[in-house]
């Protein structure tokens, strides 16, 4: 290989690492930076072993629907949600037992056109896929 392009490669591999580092500081600050209030509600999901969790998500309404979706690459919580999709959600100090449901693809366009993510979010998440969950009260 040219020396040239030896310099190229080492060049494109610095930046994809910083890439990545760039994603990964970002991601570490979920929870920390969060915002919080009426855009935001705590989810509580619960594991295999029977151990609840809570995480800090976005609130998301459209057409009187509750909905929280997973942006980032943490998503745990996530998957115990898909796993048993009873899950407590407490929000402006009100507290409620839901349960989770996939967004429709109807819903998943509508609301994501209501509530889209700009950009330079995707860029400092490293463009991880969006699923929304409908949360259907108790």
């Known amino acids: 290989m040219s020396r040239p392009k030896v310099k190229a ?3 494109i591999g610095l930046l994809c690492l910083g890439y990545v580092a760039i994603v990964g500081a970002f991601e570490s600050m979920l929870g920390t930076f969060q915002p919080g ?3 935001t509600l705590v989810i509580t999901t619960t594991d295999e072993d029977g151990a609840t969790h809570e995480r800090v ?10 909905f929280v979706a997973a942006n980032h690459w943490p998503r745990a919580w996530y998957r115990r949600t898909l796993e048993n999709p009873s899950v407590g959600i407490r929000a402006e100090g009100v507290t409620g037992t839901y349960v989770a449901v996939p967004a429709t693809d109807s819903e998943y366009d509508r609301v994501n056109g209501e509530h889209g993510l700009g950009f330079v979010f995707k860029i400092l ?6 699923r929304l969950l409908r949360l259907e009260p108790e």
């Open 125 to 130: 998440t490293g463009f991880p896929p969006r």
């Open 37 to 39: 209030g009426a855009t």
């Open 57 to 66: 998500l976005a609130r998301l309404e459209s057409n009187g629907q509750l």
């Open 9 to 11: 490669a080492k060049l």
